[in-house]
C-alpha cells in the first residue's frame, strides 16, 4: 500500500516535444506529491509539487496534474529540451511525515 | 549555504572491509536521511533521524548496517561487512521539520569487490 509505480522507465523524445511520465499510488493518505529530478553524477533536487486539492500545477514548461479519484498523477514537460535529459522520480508522503515513498524513475532523454 | 555534504565521494573496497560513511545535513535542518541507489532497486530509504533520534529503520537492510548520527551536524552509515551487492549509490539528505521539500548530497559511489 505504500508504492509508488512510475512508468515508463525510459523515455527518448525529441527536442520541443512533450515528455510525459505517470504515476499511480494506493495509499489514500498520501497528501504530498513531489517531483524530483536528478542528473547524472548529482543527487535528486526537488522540481515541482502538488497538494491533492489541485487538479493541476503549472511552473514554466513543467506541468503536474492530478486525478485524485483514479489516484495518479503525471509530469508533462512542455517543449522538451535537451538540458532536461534526467531521472526523473514521483513521490509521495503523508500527514506531515517526513518519510518519502519515492518511485522508481524514469530516465528521459531528449534528443535534439 | 554549502548544501549536504558527504564523504568520501567515491570508495572502493573488498569484500570483508568495513566502511563508513559520512553525511554534514544543511545547518538547521532536523531531519536527516540515508537512501540507497541502485538500477535493479531504484531510490530505497534506509533510516531517518529526526533531531539525533532514529526514527525508522526499517530500510536496514541487515544487521551488517548501521547508522548513528551524534550530534546535529553529522551522521555516519556504516556497512561492516561489506559485500559485492552493497555496491551502490548512497545518498544522504536533510530537510526542515515544516518544509517537505528533502535536499540531497552528491551522493557517495560505493564498489565492494
Known amino acids: 500500500q505504500q508504492q509508488v509505480k512510475q512508468s515508463p522507465q525510459s523515455l527518448i523524445v525529441q527536442k520541443g516535444g512533450i515528455s510525459i511520465i505517470n504515476c499511480a499510488y494506493e495509499?489514500?493518505?498520501?497528501?504530498?506529491f513531489p517531483w524530483y529530478q536528478q542528473f547524472p553524477g548529482k543527487g535528486p533536487a526537488l522540481l515541482i509539487a502538488?497538494?491533492?486539492?489541485?487538479s493541476e500545477k503549472k511552473e514554466g514548461r513543467f506541468t503536474i496534474s492530478f486525478n485524485k479519484s483514479a489516484k495518479q498523477f503525471s509530469l508533462h514537460i512542455m517543449d522538451s529540451q535537451p538540458g532536461d535529459s534526467a531521472t526523473y522520480f514521483c513521490?509521495?508522503?503523508?500527514?506531515?511525515?517526513?518519510?518519502?515513498?519515492f518511485g522508481t524513475g524514469t530516465k528521459l532523454q531528449v534528443i535534439p | 549555504d554549502a548544501g549536504v555534504i558527504q564523504s568520501p565521494r567515491h570508495e572502493v573496497t573488498e569484500m570483508g572491509q568495513e566502511v563508513t560513511l559520512r553525511c554534514k545535513p544543511i545547518?538547521?535542518?532536523?531531519?536527516l536521511f540515508w537512501y540507497r541507489q541502485t538500477m535493479m532497486r531504484g531510490l530505497e530509504l534506509l533510516i531517518y533521524f529526526n533531531n539525533n533520534v532514529p526514527i525508522d529503520d526499517s530500510g536496514m537492510p541487515e544487521d551488517r548496517f548501521s547508522a548513528k548520527m551524534p550530534n546535529a551536524s553529522f551522521s555516519t552509515l556504516k556497512i561492516q561487512p561489506s559485500e559485492p551487492r552493497d555496491s551502490a549509490v548512497y545518498f544522504c539528505?536533510?530537510?526542515?521539520?515544516?518544509?517537505?521539500?528533502?535536499?540531497f548530497g552528491p551522493g557517495t559511489r560505493l564498489t565492494v569487490l
Open positions: 495509499n489514500t493518505a498520501f497528501d504530498y
Open positions: 502538488i497538494r491533492p486539492d489541485v
Open positions: 539528505a536533510s530537510s526542515l521539520p515544516t518544509v517537505n521539500e528533502q535536499f
Open positions: 545547518s538547521g535542518h532536523d531531519y
Open positions: 513521490a509521495a508522503n503523508s500527514g506531515g511525515y517526513q518519510k518519502v515513498t
